[in-house]
């Protein structure tokens, strides 16, 4: 950075220590007064772009200027997934040791595709996901020194595509990206199973024709006998079963898969199976909480994402494979100018093998600091807290002869709906959200509206759960 003769437009290194320290303090302002804004935003579509120039900017402008136009054009299109009253969907949590991880990570601005294009980038992802193998009790093949490994993917979706395209290469011996398949590789997942595995069927040219949606329980979890049946039919037909995939903590209800009981069939069939825990995979911090796992070493592949409970800012997703080669071997390709001689020593790992893209941010920096900060039992704590939370909210509703629980509720979502019927929820449901008070989402089981409330918020203490139920009851009155 020496001066030359040129002029120069960018910031400099004493400007970016002042400003980013002002971006700093702006940040923890806004986690000190976030309660003050209603939750979900309340803009019409089209509101904020009309605040916006119709051209950009000929000349720079004063970074004040920059901050200074947050709050007003902004702010009001923000829907604040960091308010501790957030409630609905799954959560996507954050913390300042994540936010400080990542913003580092911004700072050294790596690209870590290869392991020779930096090294620390690679080995710490490797070694931090080696460690949760641990502190989720995952099964030791899924580590980097046995024949598996973790890597971190975008989205719980790049992971399910992933692990679906390694399925469809090893039950057709790595032919079918020249073939195909020829139309007959079919996949399964339960009725209740997130729609990124449609997606992937989509992306991976299988198309969602070939997805056959496994009926449930009475709780929503997949029927394994109803499995068995399904590919047994298929196989009779002519037909490739190449891919299961399991939730543990499905979205509309927090359903649980029976793990052991569908992993067994798949290693009866030699067909891939792939266990998607994206929010509910981080309960397993906590050993009072693992048998929902039950069975996970008759997994192929395992993904949960620490950005949606485990305190870490969107996006990280850790999926671990038990036979990396299957997965390389489905992604490899490599280009003559991406040769160097850490890949050709066989020695290393190189990242850009593991997923769709060749790019790839620092992201284990941000997930290092949080395990780092919390410490194992902060975490568990907190999940703990979390967990807490949901079932005495969950007492309350079934205590409440006005209101019914809608499934079961393991963890930290509970699924509940008023005995007025459809409208009578939707009409709630409106009510609360536009009140800004607090935000819900609902989902529809066995055919019925039904409202979700999930406690996964960093900041979600006793007393939002019970301003939050008290707010439930209030409005239902009024209806
Ligand atoms: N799987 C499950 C069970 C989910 O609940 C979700 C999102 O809520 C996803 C997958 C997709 O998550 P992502 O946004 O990481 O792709």
Same mark, same amino acid.
């Given at each position: 950075?020496?001066?030359?003769? /040129?002029?120069?437009?960018?910031?400099?290194?004493?400007?970016?220590?002042?400003?980013?320290?002002?971006?700093?303090?702006?940040?923890?302002?806004?986690?000190?007064?976030?309660?003050?804004?209603?939750? &979900?935003?309340?803009?019409?579509?089209?509101?904020?772009?009309?605040?916006?120039?119709?051209? $950009?900017?000929?000349?720079?402008?004063?970074?004040?200027?920059?901050?200074?136009?947050?709050?007003?054009?902004? @702010?009001?299109?923000?829907?604040?997934?960091?308010?501790?009253?957030?409630?609905?969907?799954?959560?996507? #949590?954050?913390?300042?040791?994540?936010?400080?991880?990542? @913003?580092?990570?911004?700072?050294?601005?790596?690209?870590?595709? &290869?392991? $020779?294009?930096?090294?620390?980038?690679?080995?710490?992802?490797?070694?931090?996901?080696?460690?949760?193998?641990?502190?989720?009790?995952?099964?030791?093949?899924?580590?980097?020194?046995?024949?598996?490994?973790?890597?971190?993917?975008?989205?719980?979706?790049?992971?399910?595509?992933?692990?679906?395209?390694?399925?469809?290469?090893?039950?057709?011996?790595?032919?079918?990206?020249?073939?195909?398949?020829?139309?007959?590789?079919?996949?399964?997942?339960? =009725?209740?199973?997130?729609?990124? !595995?449609?997606?992937?069927?989509?992306?991976?040219?299988?198309?969602?024709?070939?997805?056959?949606?496994?009926?449930?329980?009475?709780?929503?979890?997949?029927?394994?006998?109803?499995?068995?049946?399904?590919?047994? $039919?298929?196989?009779?037909?002519?037909?490739?079963?190449? /891919?299961?995939?399991?939730?543990?903590?499905?979205?509309?209800?927090?359903?649980?898969?029976?793990?052991?009981?569908?992993?067994?069939?798949?290693?009866?069939?030699?067909?891939?199976?792939?266990?998607?825990? $994206? @929010?509910?995979?981080?309960?397993?911090?906590?050993?009072?909480?693992?048998?929902?796992?039950?069975?996970?070493?008759?997994?192929?592949?395992?993904?949960?994402?620490?950005?949606?409970? @485990?305190?870490? #800012?969107?996006?990280?997703?850790? /999926?671990?494979?038990?036979?990396?080669?299957?997965?390389? %071997?489905?992604?490899?390709?490599?280009?003559?100018?991406?040769?160097?001689?850490?890949?050709?020593?066989?020695?290393?790992?190189?990242?850009?093998?593991?997923?769709?893209?060749?790019?790839?941010?620092?992201?284990?920096?941000?997930?290092? /600091?949080?395990?780092?900060?919390?410490?194992?039992?902060?975490?568990?704590?907190? !999940?703990?807290?979390?967990?807490?939370?949901?079932?005495?909210?969950?007492?309350?509703?079934?205590?409440?002869?006005?209101?019914?629980?809608?499934?079961?509720?393991?963890?930290?979502?509970?699924?509940? =709906?008023?005995?007025?019927?459809?409208?009578?929820?939707?009409?709630?449901?409106?009510?609360?959200?536009?009140?800004?008070?607090?935000?819900?989402?609902?989902?529809?089981?066995?055919?019925?509206?039904?409202? %979700?409330?999930?406690?996964?918020?960093?900041?979600?203490?006793?007393?939002?759960?019970?301003?939050?139920?008290? =707010?439930?009851?209030?409005?239902?009155?009024?209806?």
């Amino acid at each position: 950075m020496s001066s030359s003769q /040129f002029p120069s437009y960018h910031m400099t290194p004493d400007e970016f220590r002042r400003y980013g320290r002002e971006v700093v303090d702006w940040i923890a302002d806004y986690y000190e007064r976030i309660e003050s804004y209603p939750v &979900l935003s309340q803009v019409q579509p089209g509101e904020v772009r009309a605040g916006l120039p119709a051209q $950009a900017p000929p000349q720079g402008e004063p970074f004040s200027a920059l901050l200074a136009d947050i709050e007003p054009l902004i @702010m009001p299109g923000i829907t604040h997934w960091q308010s501790p009253n957030f409630f609905a969907f799954f959560p996507a #949590n954050a913390s300042f040791p994540a936010m400080l991880g990542d @913003m580092l990570s911004s700072g050294l601005g790596v690209q870590g595709m &290869l392991w $020779a294009t930096s090294p620390a980038c690679t080995e710490l992802e490797t070694h931090v996901l080696d460690w949760l193998v641990d502190m989720l009790g995952l099964p030791g093949k899924f580590k980097s020194s046995a024949a598996g490994g973790g890597v971190i993917q975008d989205t719980a979706s790049s992971a399910v595509l992933a692990a679906l395209l390694a399925g469809r290469e090893r039950a057709t011996g790595y032919q079918s990206n020249a073939t195909g398949g020829d139309g007959r590789l079919v996949a399964y997942t339960s =009725r209740e199973a997130h729609s990124s !595995v449609e997606k992937a069927m989509m992306v991976a040219g299988l198309g969602s024709e070939n997805l056959r949606l496994i009926e449930v329980d009475e709780a929503y979890a997949m029927k394994p006998e109803a499995l068995a049946r399904q590919i047994e $039919a298929d196989r009779a037909a002519g037909l490739i079963p190449c /891919f299961v995939c399991a939730t543990v903590g499905t979205t509309s209800s927090n359903a649980m898969d029976p793990v052991r009981a569908i992993g067994e069939i798949c290693r009866a069939e030699g067909v891939w199976f792939h266990v998607d825990a $994206a @929010m509910s995979g981080t309960a397993a911090l906590c050993p009072e909480f693992r048998h929902f796992q039950d069975g996970l070493e008759l997994a192929d592949s395992y993904a949960f994402n620490p950005h949606k409970w @485990m305190f870490t #800012n969107f996006d990280c997703d850790c /999926f671990w494979v038990a036979d990396r080669a299957a997965l390389i %071997r489905t992604l490899s390709i490599l280009p003559e100018y991406l040769k160097n001689q850490a890949t050709e020593s066989g020695a290393v790992f190189d990242y850009r093998d593991w997923h769709v893209q060749l790019g790839r941010r620092f992201r284990s920096l941000k997930l290092w /600091f949080v395990i780092r900060h919390y410490g194992v039992e902060g975490l568990q704590y907190h !999940v703990r807290r979390h967990v807490e939370l949901a079932q005495e909210f969950a007492g309350w509703v079934e205590a409440d002869p006005d209101f019914q629980l809608a499934a079961p509720a393991p963890l930290n979502l509970v699924c509940f =709906r008023h005995r007025g019927g459809d409208e009578t929820n939707r009409a709630l449901l409106a009510q609360l959200n536009n009140s800004g008070d607090l935000y819900l989402t609902h989902t529809v089981l066995s055919g019925r509206y039904t409202l %979700r409330l999930c406690v996964g918020q960093t900041w979600t203490e006793a007393g939002h759960v019970q301003r939050a139920w008290q =707010r439930i009851q209030q409005a239902a009155a009024a209806l």
